[in-house]
């Protein structure tokens, strides 16, 4: 009996450290750490942290946001500036993918007609060769199909579907983009910026 509350004040207290872990390193992330000048050390630094997998050579720019939970981003692809990632729910982001700058992902939102407000939410999933514009916004448990382009300051509430361009607030359908064999690498245009 003896052992077996050693065990669990033990998984207790272990279970606090983490908390604290991830509070500082929440904390340090938004007040040094995606300011650092470097697209690499940020990156590093993220893989490092727990439920993130970002491919190597994907440059992430200055001063974005990330809320702690599960990350994944594909090789090739490009987060902007002061993009803001909330991951509390996932976020999976596939190769080739441009997020231009202030782009705003959550996962996680209330529920208005709840009369205790409560946060609801689900995954947001990416598909290969997306590009969301400067400032547009993904809302919780949207999937953006293969190819489809966001336009700038567009908010995503529903589904995306393959090689379509949205946009508008709610976003819709404004046009197709072409179905080609595309061969290109945001991630690859290491431009002089940090």
């Known amino acids: ?9 033990l998984k207790a207290i272990i279970g606090k450290q983490i908390a604290i872990y991830r509070t500082i390193f929440s904390w340090c992330w938004i007040r040094f750490i995606c300011w650092i000048p470097s697209k690499t050390t940020r990156r590093f630094l993220l893989n490092r942290y727990q ?23 594909g090789k090739g692809s490009s987060i902007g500036f002061k993009c803001h990632l909330d991951c509390r729910r996932g976020i999976k982001i596939g190769r080739n ?3 231009a700058s202030e782009v705003m992902i959550w996962t996680l939102h209330h529920d208005y007609n709840d009369i205790h407000f409560i946060a609801k939410g689900a995954p947001v999933i ?5 590009w969301i514009c400067a400032r547009a916004i993904v809302l919780p448990g949207i999937t953006i199909g293969e190819g489809a382009i966001v336009a700038a300051g567009a908010v995503v509430c529903k589904d995306v579907e393959p090689w379509t361009v949205v ?10 983009r072409d179905r080609k064999e595309y061969d290109y690498t945001p991630g690859s245009y290491w431009i002089p910026l940090f």
Do not use: F, Q
């Open 51 to 73: 439920n993130v997998k970002i491919a190597a050579k994907v440059p992430i720019y200055r001063g974005g946001l990330y809320w702690k939970g599960p990350l994944e981003i």
């Open 97 to 99: 993918v441009c997020l």
């Open 167 to 176: 946009g508008g607030v709610p976003a819709k359908k404004i046009g197709v």
């Open 126 to 130: 990416i598909k290969d060769y997306v």
């Open 1 to 9: 009996m003896k052992h077996t509350i050693k065990i669990k004040s």
